[in-house]
């Protein structure tokens, strides 16, 4: 049988990594990247972190479970994790299953004969390496962990701004506003960070927006905020009549600083994990200026009538999903993301599996590792115990569960994988249980989606 193909070795692609080795699961992981870590290490090009970034989350909430961190920071820095995924990596013997320098540039099906799915027969994967040579690989399965935040989304404005224009992804370091009248559009968590960076370098700050945010605070009665309650969810309406509340008795309210009412409920959207931005409003370091009109120019208009010279422009305007390897036909896109059974599984159980794509206020790489765990376990039983993988893959023909959580969230493209982290992983640990154990053994092989019809064939060659 021909092994299963892994792409990334950011936290999704080592939780991956770790599932399969524990299942004995032959695979080949494939990273762009010199070493794993994925967007955390800001030396790989793809890298879209910063030097002024740490969690939003605590660490106890976000570690693998297996593995805790050895740090003592309960926000521990960009360069912290990167520390703990490469020892995460050495822990588990991670590496060894990886070619790394090495970006996958299309994974194909397999011709198939009649009415066979595309897929049925398994998958050819192509890549690059950094030295130019392109390798290719038949594999039963592939699973994709590349991540969700690497393709900017920028959005087209009317007119032109001549000044200096950069999207968040391509920001390092606040010494590039040194001296400069700089406007950030967006106050999303990485908007709201590079703010308060910028404040301290640039002759002025504005920030666009075009709707209210929810601020939290890191901590709460003096512990990290998102330890509290925890394993104790409270149904959605009780949680958020509580959390407005405490909210506005710790932070205040964000319209008096010049923010937009929200015109949603707490939680709708993802809070914005960061007060100083608050701090510095108060202290009159920044200001909060409508929605654009257009650029005229160094210019630009706001929707209000108002506007203002500057010297840089900051797109804080978030990210677009993209698996750019793969049709999109073969992972059901359905608008902004591709519709997914679990956020995982294709409909068809093409062999084709996503890694990661969820987002969730304090889901964690445990919530990935979990994701991991179950692709492991059904591609196991889809080798050794196919009518028990038969029936898991009929729960897909069913309605879906529902993982809200009881919350209504926004419309919006960034929120279309969006789950909520209690009902996700409940939903994810109780359909596990419906699998056999996936255990080590030294006679199985690599298993494809649908029971595996492909074998003797090669893995990568030159």
Request: hydrophobic share 40%.
């Amino acid at each position: 049988m021909n092994p299963i193909a892994l792409i990334g070795a950011g936290p999704s692609g080592l939780a991956g990594a770790r599932a399969l080795s524990r299942a004995g699961l032959p695979f080949h992981g494939f990273e762009a990247g010199a070493d794993v870590g994925g967007l955390w290490n800001i030396d790989n090009p793809r890298s879209t972190m910063y030097e002024s970034a740490h969690l939003i989350s605590s660490r106890t909430t976000t570690e693998f479970a297996e593995f805790p961190m050895r740090s003592t920071a309960d926000y521990p820095s960009h360069r912290e994790l990167l520390g703990y995924f490469r020892d995460y990596a050495d822990e588990f013997g991670l590496r060894e299953h990886f070619r790394f320098g090495t970006r996958v540039t299309a994974v194909e099906p397999l011709p198939v004969e009649g009415g066979e799915r595309p897929g049925a027969n398994g998958w050819r994967l192509t890549a690059i390496t950094d030295d130019g040579e392109t390798i290719t690989g038949e594999y039963s399965s592939v699973i994709l962990a590349n991540g969700t935040l690497a393709e900017p989304n920028v959005p087209s404005f009317r007119g032109e701004f001549t000044g200096e224009l950069m999207h968040t992804s391509a920001y390092k370091s606040a010494k590039v506003f040194d001296g400069e009248r700089v406007l950030i559009i967006g106050a999303g968590n990485s908007g709201c960070d590079i703010a308060v960076d910028a404040v301290h370098h640039a002759t002025s700050v504005d920030l666009s927006v075009r709707r209210g945010y929810y601020f939290v605070p890191r901590y709460l009665f003096g512990k990290p905020s998102d330890t509290l309650n925890q394993g104790r969810p409270l149904p959605a309406p009780i949680k958020q009549f509580i959390d407005t509340r405490v909210l506005k008795a710790f932070t205040g309210d964000p319209v008096r600083f010049g923010f937009p009412k929200p015109d949603y409920k707490i939680y709708e959207s993802h809070p914005i994990v960061n007060t100083l931005i608050l701090n510095h409003l108060g202290q009159g370091d920044l200001r909060i200026v409508p929605d654009i009109d257009r650029f005229d120019g160094r210019t630009v208009h706001f929707a209000d009538g108002r506007s203002a010279e500057y010297d840089r422009v900051v797109l804080a305007t978030g990210y677009t999903l993209d698996y750019p390897f793969v049709a999109r036909e073969h992972l059901d896109w359905a608008g902004a993301s591709p519709s997914l059974f679990l956020n995982i599984f294709p409909p068809s159980f093409n062999g084709l599996f996503v890694l990661g794509m969820i987002e969730a206020s304090g889901i964690g790489w445990q919530g990935r590792a979990e994701q991991a765990e179950l692709i492991a376990a059904y591609l196991a039983a889809a080798s050794s115990a196919p009518e028990q993988a038969a029936r898991f893959r009929a729960r897909a023909d069913a309605p879906w569960p529902d993982l809200t959580g009881g919350y209504d969230y926004l419309g919006l493209d960034r929120m279309s994988y969006y789950v909520n982290k209690d009902a996700y992983r409940r939903t994810v640990t109780r359909l596990r249980k419906t699998l056999p154990e996936a255990s080590a053994s030294p006679t199985r092989t690599g298993a494809a989606a649908d029971a595996g019809r492909s074998a003797d064939r090669n893995g990568v060659r030159a």
